[in-house]
Protein backbone atom coordinates (compact mmCIF):
# COMPACT_ATOMS: atom_id res chain seq x y z
CA UNK A 1 0.00 0.00 0.00
CA UNK A 2 2.52 2.24 0.70
CA UNK A 3 4.98 1.44 -2.06
CA UNK A 4 1.98 1.77 -4.25
CA UNK A 5 1.45 5.37 -3.03
CA UNK A 6 4.85 6.07 -3.62
CA UNK A 7 4.94 4.79 -6.65
CA UNK A 8 1.78 6.96 -7.52
CA UNK A 9 3.26 10.09 -6.18
CA UNK A 10 6.44 9.65 -7.95
CA UNK A 11 4.31 10.87 -11.01
CA UNK A 12 3.93 14.24 -9.69
CA UNK A 13 7.16 14.61 -9.21
CA UNK A 14 8.91 14.59 -12.00
CA UNK A 15 6.65 17.47 -12.70
CA UNK A 16 7.14 19.12 -10.01
CA UNK A 17 10.07 18.31 -8.02
CA UNK A 18 10.14 18.07 -4.41
CA UNK A 19 12.28 20.82 -3.69
CA UNK A 20 12.96 24.38 -5.35
CA UNK A 21 16.02 23.74 -7.13
CA UNK A 22 18.59 25.99 -7.60
CA UNK A 23 21.63 25.30 -10.05
CA UNK A 24 24.43 27.59 -11.13
CA UNK A 25 24.21 28.08 -14.92
CA UNK A 26 27.74 27.76 -16.98
CA UNK A 27 29.43 29.26 -13.45
CA UNK A 28 31.51 27.76 -10.73
CA UNK A 29 30.05 30.87 -8.10
CA UNK A 30 26.39 31.93 -7.70
CA UNK A 31 24.92 34.58 -5.55
CA UNK A 32 21.27 33.79 -4.67
CA UNK A 33 18.56 35.56 -2.23
CA UNK A 34 16.16 32.76 -0.81
CA UNK A 35 13.76 32.31 2.21
CA UNK A 36 14.38 30.71 4.84
CA UNK A 37 11.59 28.11 6.29
CA UNK A 38 11.06 26.55 2.66
CA UNK A 39 12.97 23.54 1.37
CA UNK A 40 15.12 23.97 -1.21
CA UNK A 41 18.30 22.09 -3.65
CA UNK A 42 21.44 23.12 -4.24
CA UNK A 43 22.47 21.51 -7.09
CA UNK A 44 26.37 20.02 -7.43
CA UNK A 45 26.71 17.35 -10.03
CA UNK A 46 29.47 15.41 -8.63
CA UNK A 47 28.94 11.92 -7.09
CA UNK A 48 30.55 11.61 -3.84
CA UNK A 49 30.11 15.35 -3.63
CA UNK A 50 31.54 16.95 -0.39
CA UNK A 51 29.87 19.87 0.83
CA UNK A 52 31.57 22.87 3.21
CA UNK A 53 30.36 26.25 4.37
CA UNK A 54 31.14 29.61 5.78
CA UNK A 55 28.29 30.78 7.31
CA UNK A 56 27.90 35.07 7.15
CA UNK A 57 28.03 35.53 10.61
CA UNK A 58 31.33 33.72 11.44
CA UNK A 59 32.78 35.28 8.41
CA UNK A 60 36.32 34.53 9.65
CA UNK A 61 36.20 30.77 11.17
CA UNK A 62 37.16 28.03 8.70
CA UNK A 63 35.02 25.78 6.86
CA UNK A 64 32.98 23.44 8.29
CA UNK A 65 31.29 20.35 7.00
CA UNK A 66 27.89 20.31 6.31
CA UNK A 67 26.75 17.00 8.55
CA UNK A 68 26.46 19.40 11.53
CA UNK A 69 23.50 20.69 10.75
CA UNK A 70 20.13 18.36 11.18
CA UNK A 71 18.50 19.92 8.46
CA UNK A 72 20.76 19.70 5.58
CA UNK A 73 21.50 16.32 3.90
CA UNK A 74 23.57 15.19 0.61
CA UNK A 75 21.75 12.99 -2.07
CA UNK A 76 23.73 10.48 -3.59
CA UNK A 77 23.89 12.26 -6.91
CA UNK A 78 26.05 15.13 -4.94
CA UNK A 79 23.12 17.83 -4.15
CA UNK A 80 22.55 19.72 -0.43
CA UNK A 81 18.88 19.49 0.27
CA UNK A 82 18.36 22.00 3.07
CA UNK A 83 14.92 21.33 4.91
CA UNK A 84 13.09 24.85 6.53
CA UNK A 85 16.49 26.63 6.27
CA UNK A 86 16.98 29.32 9.49
CA UNK A 87 18.13 32.94 8.38
CA UNK A 88 21.05 32.05 10.34
CA UNK A 89 22.02 29.69 7.69
CA UNK A 90 23.18 32.38 5.69
CA UNK A 91 26.30 32.21 4.16
CA UNK A 92 28.85 30.18 1.40
CA UNK A 93 28.17 26.40 0.79
CA UNK A 94 30.91 24.96 -1.44
CA UNK A 95 30.90 21.64 -3.10
CA UNK A 96 33.87 19.59 -4.10
CA UNK A 97 34.58 16.74 -5.88
CA UNK A 98 35.65 13.37 -4.40
CA UNK A 99 39.63 14.97 -5.12
CA UNK A 100 38.47 17.99 -3.20
CA UNK A 101 38.26 20.20 -6.10
CA UNK A 102 35.33 23.05 -6.04
CA UNK A 103 33.16 22.20 -8.15
CA UNK A 104 30.27 24.79 -7.56
CA UNK A 105 29.93 27.49 -4.95
CA UNK A 106 26.84 28.91 -4.14
CA UNK A 107 26.68 32.31 -1.52
CA UNK A 108 22.96 32.29 -0.21
CA UNK A 109 20.97 34.71 2.03
CA UNK A 110 18.31 32.97 3.68
CA UNK A 111 15.69 36.36 4.21
CA UNK A 112 13.61 35.79 6.85
CA UNK A 113 10.38 34.68 6.01
CA UNK A 114 8.62 35.52 9.41
CA UNK A 115 9.48 39.37 8.62
CA UNK A 116 7.60 38.69 4.67
CA UNK A 117 5.99 42.10 3.58
CA UNK A 118 2.70 41.21 1.94
CA UNK A 119 0.81 43.08 -0.18
CA UNK A 120 -2.04 43.13 -2.38
CA UNK A 121 -2.62 45.13 -5.70
CA UNK A 122 -6.10 45.08 -5.70
CA UNK A 123 -6.13 46.07 -1.95
CA UNK A 124 -3.78 49.17 -3.27
CA UNK A 125 -1.22 48.01 -0.94
CA UNK A 126 2.32 49.21 -1.38
CA UNK A 127 5.47 47.52 -1.60
CA UNK A 128 8.30 48.62 0.75
CA UNK A 129 10.06 52.17 0.01
CA UNK A 130 13.96 52.31 -1.58
CA UNK A 131 15.80 53.40 1.83
CA UNK A 132 19.44 54.72 2.09
CA UNK A 133 21.21 52.13 4.64
CA UNK A 134 22.58 54.75 6.36
CA UNK A 135 21.55 58.66 6.69
CA UNK A 136 23.17 60.41 4.04
CA UNK A 137 24.77 57.10 2.84
CA UNK A 138 24.58 56.07 -0.82
CA UNK A 139 23.93 52.61 -0.07
CA UNK A 140 20.71 51.97 -0.69
CA UNK A 141 18.52 49.26 0.58
CA UNK A 142 15.82 48.19 -2.25
CA UNK A 143 13.78 45.14 -3.06
CA UNK A 144 14.41 42.85 -6.30
CA UNK A 145 11.83 41.24 -7.46
CA UNK A 146 11.05 37.80 -9.20
CA UNK A 147 8.86 37.18 -12.00
CA UNK A 148 5.46 36.71 -11.65
CA UNK A 149 4.47 32.77 -10.98
CA UNK A 150 2.02 31.89 -13.01
CA UNK A 151 -2.01 32.02 -11.97
CA UNK A 152 -3.14 29.95 -9.48
CA UNK A 153 -6.31 29.42 -11.04
CA UNK A 154 -7.29 29.08 -14.81
CA UNK A 155 -10.55 29.75 -16.70
CA UNK A 156 -11.50 32.13 -13.72
CA UNK A 157 -10.48 34.58 -11.68
CA UNK A 158 -7.17 33.31 -9.92
CA UNK A 159 -4.31 35.54 -8.11
CA UNK A 160 -0.53 35.43 -9.07
CA UNK A 161 2.29 35.89 -6.46
CA UNK A 162 5.76 37.09 -6.67
CA UNK A 163 9.02 36.96 -4.21
CA UNK A 164 11.01 39.97 -3.71
CA UNK A 165 13.93 40.32 -2.03
CA UNK A 166 16.24 42.62 0.28
CA UNK A 167 19.22 44.01 -1.87
CA UNK A 168 21.68 46.42 -0.93
CA UNK A 169 23.27 48.90 -3.71
CA UNK A 170 26.03 50.84 -4.03
CA UNK A 171 26.70 53.27 -7.08
CA UNK A 172 28.46 51.10 -9.49
CA UNK A 173 28.29 48.05 -7.97
CA UNK A 174 26.06 44.81 -8.88
CA UNK A 175 23.50 44.31 -5.48
CA UNK A 176 24.28 42.15 -2.72
CA UNK A 177 21.44 40.57 -1.38
CA UNK A 178 21.07 42.07 2.55
CA UNK A 179 22.66 39.75 4.90
CA UNK A 180 25.48 38.80 2.64
CA UNK A 181 26.57 42.48 2.08
CA UNK A 182 26.32 43.09 5.92
CA UNK A 183 27.84 39.86 6.92
CA UNK A 184 28.54 39.72 10.25
CA UNK A 185 27.99 43.49 10.38
CA UNK A 186 25.05 44.90 13.11
CA UNK A 187 22.92 47.03 11.25
CA UNK A 188 19.18 47.06 11.44
CA UNK A 189 16.79 48.43 9.62
CA UNK A 190 12.88 47.65 9.74
CA UNK A 191 13.41 47.76 5.80
CA UNK A 192 15.62 45.24 5.38
CA UNK A 193 12.41 42.93 5.07
CA UNK A 194 11.48 40.09 1.89
CA UNK A 195 8.40 40.97 -0.14
CA UNK A 196 5.21 38.86 -1.28
CA UNK A 197 3.25 40.68 -3.41
CA UNK A 198 -0.30 39.42 -4.93
CA UNK A 199 -2.53 40.45 -7.66
CA UNK A 200 -5.68 39.02 -9.50
CA UNK A 201 -5.40 37.20 -12.78
CA UNK A 202 -7.44 35.28 -15.19
CA UNK A 203 -5.66 32.91 -17.68
CA UNK A 204 -7.36 30.11 -19.66
CA UNK A 205 -6.75 27.24 -19.07
CA UNK A 206 -4.33 24.55 -21.45
CA UNK A 207 -6.06 22.87 -24.39
CA UNK A 208 -3.77 19.88 -23.62
CA UNK A 209 -3.66 16.80 -21.48
CA UNK A 210 -4.17 17.70 -17.39
CA UNK A 211 -0.32 16.94 -15.71
CA UNK A 212 -2.63 14.14 -14.61
CA UNK A 213 -0.54 13.49 -10.77
CA UNK A 214 -3.24 12.12 -9.39
CA UNK A 215 -4.38 13.51 -5.46
CA UNK A 216 -5.06 12.45 -2.28
CA UNK A 217 -8.42 12.28 0.29
CA UNK A 218 -7.65 12.53 3.17
CA UNK A 219 -10.73 11.46 5.43
CA UNK A 220 -12.07 12.38 8.89
CA UNK A 221 -9.87 15.43 9.89
CA UNK A 222 -11.52 17.38 13.07
CA UNK A 223 -10.99 20.60 14.36
CA UNK A 224 -8.90 19.96 17.91
CA UNK A 225 -10.88 21.01 21.24
CA UNK A 226 -8.54 23.38 22.24
CA UNK A 227 -8.03 25.70 19.57
CA UNK A 228 -11.01 24.61 17.74
CA UNK A 229 -9.16 24.71 14.60
CA UNK A 230 -7.01 22.38 12.79
CA UNK A 231 -3.63 22.94 10.12
CA UNK A 232 -3.68 21.03 7.07
CA UNK A 233 -0.91 21.19 4.76
CA UNK A 234 -0.55 20.85 1.03
CA UNK A 235 1.65 17.78 -0.87
CA UNK A 236 4.09 19.74 -3.05
CA UNK A 237 3.23 23.13 -2.43
CA UNK A 238 5.66 25.85 -1.38
CA UNK A 239 5.89 29.57 -1.57
CA UNK A 240 7.73 28.83 -4.34
CA UNK A 241 5.07 27.76 -6.53
CA UNK A 242 1.02 28.73 -7.42
CA UNK A 243 -1.40 27.11 -4.93
CA UNK A 244 -4.52 28.13 -4.34
CA UNK A 245 -7.30 26.59 -1.52
CA UNK A 246 -11.00 26.11 -1.51
CA UNK A 247 -13.55 25.16 1.22
CA UNK A 248 -16.51 23.57 -0.27
CA UNK A 249 -15.75 24.85 -3.80
CA UNK A 250 -14.97 28.10 -3.13
CA UNK A 251 -11.77 29.99 -3.63
CA UNK A 252 -9.93 30.97 -0.15
CA UNK A 253 -8.03 33.94 -1.82
CA UNK A 254 -5.68 36.29 -0.36
CA UNK A 255 -7.24 39.27 -1.06
CA UNK A 256 -10.14 37.94 0.72
CA UNK A 257 -7.78 37.29 4.03
CA UNK A 258 -5.58 40.40 3.54
CA UNK A 259 -8.91 42.82 3.43
CA UNK A 260 -9.72 40.64 6.86
CA UNK A 261 -12.81 38.86 5.24
CA UNK A 262 -11.70 35.23 6.23
CA UNK A 263 -12.23 35.03 9.99
CA UNK A 264 -12.84 30.90 9.04
CA UNK A 265 -9.86 30.27 7.74
CA UNK A 266 -5.89 30.99 7.52
CA UNK A 267 -3.46 31.27 5.07
CA UNK A 268 -0.08 30.88 6.43
CA UNK A 269 1.70 33.50 4.35
CA UNK A 270 5.22 31.73 5.34
CA UNK A 271 5.07 28.85 3.61
CA UNK A 272 3.05 30.62 0.90
CA UNK A 273 -0.09 29.16 2.00
CA UNK A 274 1.27 25.29 1.70
CA UNK A 275 -0.62 25.55 5.26
CA UNK A 276 -3.92 26.50 5.94
CA UNK A 277 -5.45 26.31 9.04
CA UNK A 278 -9.22 25.99 9.11
CA UNK A 279 -11.75 26.79 11.97
CA UNK A 280 -14.85 25.14 9.81
CA UNK A 281 -15.46 21.73 8.89
CA UNK A 282 -15.73 22.03 5.09
CA UNK A 283 -14.38 19.65 2.08
CA UNK A 284 -11.14 21.69 1.71
CA UNK A 285 -9.04 20.80 -1.67
CA UNK A 286 -5.75 22.41 -2.43
CA UNK A 287 -3.88 22.85 -6.08
CA UNK A 288 -0.31 22.93 -6.90
CA UNK A 289 0.12 24.26 -10.42
CA UNK A 290 -3.48 24.55 -10.81
CA UNK A 291 -3.51 20.78 -10.59
CA UNK A 292 -5.28 18.96 -7.58
CA UNK A 293 -3.18 17.97 -4.88
CA UNK A 294 -5.46 16.96 -2.16
CA UNK A 295 -8.81 16.98 -0.58
CA UNK A 296 -9.32 17.13 3.52
CA UNK A 297 -12.86 15.52 4.18
CA UNK A 298 -14.12 16.55 7.56
CA UNK A 299 -15.20 13.62 10.22
CA UNK A 300 -19.29 13.47 9.52
CA UNK A 301 -21.04 14.28 12.84
CA UNK A 302 -22.75 12.19 14.38
CA UNK A 303 -26.13 12.99 12.78
CA UNK A 304 -24.69 12.84 9.27
CA UNK A 305 -24.03 9.26 9.78
CA UNK A 306 -27.23 8.35 11.28
CA UNK A 307 -28.64 9.36 8.27
CA UNK A 308 -26.51 8.15 5.65
CA UNK A 309 -26.79 4.49 7.33
CA UNK A 310 -30.63 5.39 7.11
CA UNK A 311 -30.03 5.93 3.72
CA UNK A 312 -27.97 2.65 3.00
CA UNK A 313 -30.66 0.69 4.61
CA UNK A 314 -33.64 2.18 2.78
CA UNK A 315 -31.91 1.92 -0.82
CA UNK A 316 -30.14 -1.47 -1.59
CA UNK A 317 -26.33 -1.61 -2.95
CA UNK A 318 -26.20 -0.92 -6.58
CA UNK A 319 -24.45 -3.34 -8.46
CA UNK A 320 -21.07 -1.99 -9.52
CA UNK A 321 -21.01 0.78 -7.34
CA UNK A 322 -22.17 4.15 -6.42
CA UNK A 323 -24.75 6.24 -7.52
CA UNK A 324 -23.25 9.11 -8.00
CA UNK A 325 -20.16 9.20 -10.35
CA UNK A 326 -17.07 11.12 -8.93
CA UNK A 327 -13.64 11.86 -10.15
CA UNK A 328 -11.31 8.75 -8.89
CA UNK A 329 -8.82 9.90 -6.23
CA UNK A 330 -5.45 8.10 -6.69
CA UNK A 331 -6.67 6.14 -3.36
CA UNK A 332 -9.02 7.30 -0.57
CA UNK A 333 -9.05 7.05 3.33
CA UNK A 334 -5.55 7.65 3.83
CA UNK A 335 -4.55 8.94 6.81
CA UNK A 336 -1.54 10.98 8.45
CA UNK A 337 0.57 8.46 9.43
CA UNK A 338 0.41 6.87 5.71
CA UNK A 339 0.73 10.01 3.62
CA UNK A 340 4.05 10.64 5.57
CA UNK A 341 5.36 7.28 5.78
CA UNK A 342 4.70 7.28 1.66
CA UNK A 343 6.20 10.63 1.13
CA UNK A 344 9.36 8.95 2.93
CA UNK A 345 9.53 6.35 0.72
CA UNK A 346 8.98 8.40 -2.37
CA UNK A 347 11.95 10.43 -1.22
CA UNK A 348 13.99 7.67 -0.64
CA UNK A 349 12.30 6.25 -4.31
CA UNK A 350 13.70 9.42 -5.71
CA UNK A 351 17.34 10.05 -4.07
CA UNK A 352 17.81 6.39 -4.36
CA UNK A 353 18.95 6.69 -0.53
CA UNK A 354 20.43 3.53 0.63
CA UNK A 355 19.83 4.10 4.27
CA UNK A 356 16.48 5.55 5.65
CA UNK A 357 16.53 9.15 6.42
CA UNK A 358 16.84 10.16 9.76
CA UNK A 359 14.46 12.60 11.47
CA UNK A 360 11.20 13.38 10.75
CA UNK A 361 9.69 15.17 7.41
CA UNK A 362 8.18 17.93 9.15
CA UNK A 363 6.90 20.19 6.39
CA UNK A 364 4.86 16.56 4.85
CA UNK A 365 3.13 16.30 8.55
CA UNK A 366 -0.58 16.74 7.72
CA UNK A 367 -1.98 17.43 11.19
CA UNK A 368 -5.10 15.28 10.92
CA UNK A 369 -6.85 14.01 13.85
C1 LIG B 1 26.82 15.57 -14.88
O1 LIG B 1 28.16 15.19 -15.09
C2 LIG B 1 28.31 14.13 -16.00
C3 LIG B 1 29.77 13.71 -16.03
O2 LIG B 1 30.62 14.78 -15.82
C4 LIG B 1 27.80 14.59 -17.37
O3 LIG B 1 27.90 13.56 -18.31
C5 LIG B 1 26.33 15.01 -17.22
O4 LIG B 1 25.85 15.55 -18.45
C6 LIG B 1 26.18 16.07 -16.15
N1 LIG B 1 24.77 16.31 -15.91
C7 LIG B 1 24.26 17.53 -15.77
C8 LIG B 1 22.81 17.61 -15.52
O5 LIG B 1 24.96 18.53 -15.82
C1 LIG C 1 40.37 12.49 -9.22
O1 LIG C 1 41.74 12.13 -9.30
C2 LIG C 1 41.97 10.91 -10.00
C3 LIG C 1 43.44 10.59 -9.92
O2 LIG C 1 44.22 11.73 -10.11
C4 LIG C 1 41.49 11.06 -11.44
O3 LIG C 1 41.68 9.87 -12.13
C5 LIG C 1 40.02 11.42 -11.42
O4 LIG C 1 39.54 11.67 -12.76
C6 LIG C 1 39.76 12.65 -10.59
N1 LIG C 1 38.36 12.88 -10.49
C7 LIG C 1 37.76 14.03 -10.76
C8 LIG C 1 36.30 14.08 -10.59
O5 LIG C 1 38.39 14.98 -11.13
C1 LIG D 1 14.63 51.52 -6.02
O1 LIG D 1 15.97 51.19 -6.33
C2 LIG D 1 16.13 50.29 -7.42
C3 LIG D 1 17.61 49.93 -7.54
O2 LIG D 1 18.39 51.06 -7.63
C4 LIG D 1 15.55 50.91 -8.68
O3 LIG D 1 15.65 49.98 -9.75
C5 LIG D 1 14.10 51.27 -8.44
O4 LIG D 1 13.59 51.94 -9.58
C6 LIG D 1 13.97 52.16 -7.22
N1 LIG D 1 12.56 52.36 -6.94
C7 LIG D 1 12.04 53.55 -6.66
C8 LIG D 1 10.59 53.57 -6.39
O5 LIG D 1 12.72 54.56 -6.66
Given at each position: ?????G?????????????????????????????????????????????????A?????????????S?????????L????P???????????????T???????????????????????????QN???????????F??????????????????????????G??????????????E??????????????E????????????????I??????????????????????????????????????????????????????T??????????????????????A????????????????????Q??????????????V?????L??????????????????????????????L??
Amino acid sequence: MLTTLGLLLSFAVPVLGVYLSISCPGGKQCQRALLSGNDILLHCNSSGARWHYFLAHSWDQPPSKVSGFSNIEITPKGSLIIREPLPSQTGVYCCLNENGTQVVQYEIDFQDVATLHITHTGLGQQPLQNETLYPDGKELIFTRWEPWQDCNRCGGPGERKRLGYCYVGEPLEEPTPCWLYLKEVEVWSSRMRPELQVEACDTPCFDGEPLGVGYITFDDFQLKEESESVWLSCPLASIYRPVIWEADETPLTWQRQLSGRADDTFLDPSTGGRQLQVFQPAVYRCFVQQELMAQFNPRPGPEVLEAQEEESEAQPREAGGGRRRRAHPVLTGLKLALLAGAVLALAGLLLRCRRPSRGSRRDWVVLVK
